[in-house]
């Protein structure tokens, strides 16, 4: 009945070692959203996109890359991660913009060792 | 920019009153609400859609003043299940674009 689904829930690296994490959903939604979430802090959104729209932060590091071959899929990409980059990574949809509710999965939690 | 909660962190007994405080520092379109527990993925609570709108669910309810460029949570007769961090979520544009989170309050029911 999951409707957004990330795997793994956990992911080991080693520090530069590439990982890529992944996003299914089964709403349909036009929108999904990577969020970036470090402990006791709120959730700070990496890259969004609507239908096959990209969009990323300004401050989102050239380090994070993201791909939406399809409506139902979205994977993020960590090309050389560092141990900051330890955190949970959260994936969430919208039918629409933001004046939709979002729903999560999750999430993928990260350690870079 | 991140919409600013208050408090940051607040311990309640059960059947104690809240309320969560959400600024914004520009117009704000709507609203939503977000509660995630530990270790958890963010739960959707509610969305204001429209400045003086009021809403509630149970005993947790919300305020959008749209001219004050803010939002309220209310939790009522608070119970162990309300325990959480509180965020709020507003649109960067009208109706549109990414859904940006503010700073969150951590709400903590004790018996």
């Known amino acids: 009945d999951a409707m957004v689904i990330q795997n793994p829930r956990y992911q080991v690296t080693q520090f530069g070692k590439p990982v890529t994490l992944s996003c299914s959903q089964t709403?349909?939604?036009?929108?999904m959203y990577w969020y970036q979430q470090k402990s006791s802090q709120a959730p700070k959104l990496l890259f969004h996109?609507?239908?096959?729209?990209?969009?990323n932060e300004a401050d989102t590091p050239d380090n994070f890359q993201s791909r939406r071959p399809n409506t139902s899929f979205c994977f993020l990409d960590i090309r050389s991660p560092g141990l900051g980059d330890a955190a949970m990574y959260l994936c969430?949809?919208?039918?629409?913009?933001?004046?939709?509710?979002?729903?999560f999965g999750q999430g993928t939690r990260l350690t870079v060792v | 920019q991140q919409p600013v909660q208050s408090p940051q962190a607040v311990i309640l007994r059960e059947g104690e009153d809240a309320v969560i405080n959400c600024s914004s520092s520009k117009a704000l379109y709507s609203v939503h609400w977000y509660r995630q527990k530990h270790g958890e993925a963010p739960v959707f609570l509610m969305i204001l859609l429209k400045g003086g709108e009021q809403k509630g669910h149970d005993k947790i309810s919300a305020s959008f003043n749209e001219k004050k460029q803010q939002s309220s949570l209310y939790l009522t007769a608070s119970q162990l299940s309300y325990s959480g961090t509180y965020f709020c979520g507003t649109p960067n544009t009208f109706g549109n674009e990414k859904l940006t989170f503010g700073t969150g309050t951590r709400l903590t029911i004790i018996p």
């Open positions: 709403l349909n939604h036009n929108v």
């Open positions: 969430a949809t919208s039918r629409d913009w933001g004046d939709t509710e979002a729903f």
């Open positions: 996109y609507y239908d096959k729209d990209f969009n």
